[in-house]
């Protein structure tokens, strides 16, 4: 993402990516006189990485700048006292110093450097019992299937189309389930450094996952679609 063009975010570094798969796999028909269909599968993947610069950010802000010079300026007057009478430079200027909340504050913001955020989701479903065979770009030939926005990665439940249009077997033989799966991955860091020579780094993590199995999805129930065998796990 372009934030270094915009002067107030340019602290924002980002990437987001998106990618999708299509597979479609034929199934034997040597041990079934009747049609079983094929699978058809697909997947898209979500990814975004993202770093805040937080010394940049807060020299934004007017406040921590004069925060900032106000140190500077008192790092230049111990240079001097090292390097004269320290009593003689003391009394010269000793109007460069911060409050004690000012310190508290100036100590906190420039100990944190850096913020790093990562966030990865993947999700997938395999979709058995398909009839046709695909074109060059992956639809059905003939009767058509499945849906164009299944071909791009999409995760909308499509059972229910799959049926109506007949893109899908009837028959009871057929024993693979519909499955639709799900993981996100979160992590990120906090860079600290109170002093030179102590760095800190924290770090975060959060995993998610979930699937929904259903078999026997082809068959009807008094023509309606049954989600008694549908199992959701977490």
Known sequence: ?????????????????????????????????QDLGNLAQNNNNTVVAASVDIPSLFSKFKYFQKLENTMQLRRAEIEAMEKTNAETATRKNNKNRLTPLQAVLYGITSSIKQVDFNYNETNGTSLPGILSSPNFYGYGQGIGGPTYEFLLGSQADIRRVMIERGWVTGSDLMTESYVQMQTKAITGSIQIQPMNDLKIDLNFLKNYSSSLTHSGYNILTNNRLSFANEIIAF
């Open 1 to 33: 993402l372009p934030f270094e063009h915009f002067p107030y975010l340019d602290f924002i570094n980002a990437e987001v990516g998106y990618g999708f798969q299509y597979n479609w796999s034929a199934r034997s028909t040597v041990l079934s006189q």
